[in-house]
């Protein structure tokens, strides 16, 4: 640390996680679902090599207000199972890390970075046109943004990113998978699978907000009550 940096080493907090949902099944083979999620992330110390004395308050909690409605169906005899949802993710006091250049060397600070959404479409179609031939294919288009980044009174224009895209989670992410599976009569199973998946590169061109390990990302497979 650079210089004596006083103060209480240990915050308390009491904050909440739940989910809550339901599911209205339209017919033997097909249901509606919708559920709502808070998530929660305790309090947190910036704690560096060369932390100052502005460094020593703790990091606000982190909340997430999530919302998701989705349809899942069967049909041809259960040979075609689609599931698609709609999600909506967002994130308040989000704590991220934040990378700049102290005496030429880069230093990573962790910081509460405002308010940021992650919302979408995504999507899983799984086939079995014949009995031994599988296929899959999975999508998520994911808008995932900074809605408003606390800039600094003496900040450059540049710190205004407030509307810009968050790095390192791309808009599109692509899944295909198939197997061909063959019994034979002793124990055994032949299985030849080809899988592909597609996930486009972040655009860098536009200023970016500070960023975290695991930026808030949808996965490629519906999520489930």
Known sequence: MNGPVN?????????Y?????FQYDVTPNSMFYATYSRGYKGPAYDVFFNMQAVNRPPLSPETSNAYEFGI???MLDHRLR???????????????????????????????AGTVR?????????????????LNFNFVYDDAR?????????????CNINGEPLPY???????????YR????????????????????PSISSPRPPTRSSPPMASGTPRSL
């Open 72 to 74: 899942k169906a069967s």
């Open 146 to 158: 900074v809605v408003n980044f606390p800039c600094p009174s003496n900040a450059a224009a540049s």
């Open 17 to 21: 996680a739940d989910r809550v949902g």
């Open 182 to 201: 063959i019994r034979r009569r002793i124990s055994s199973m032949l299985i030849w699978r080809r899988t592909t998946t597609t996930r486009p590169r």
């Open 82 to 112: 689609t599931d698609f949802a709609w999600f909506t993710t967002t994130f308040d006091n989000y704590q991220a890390n934040s990378v700049q250049e102290i005496n030429g060397a880069p230093v990573t600070n962790l910081i509460n």
């Open 118 to 134: 992650t919302q979408g479409i995504e999507g899983d179609i799984t086939a079995t046109p014949i009995q031994p031939l599988n």
């Open 169 to 179: 989670a791309p808009r599109w992410k692509l899944h295909g998978e198939g197997d």
């Open 7 to 15: 103060g209480p080493s240990s915050v308390e907090d009491t904050g």
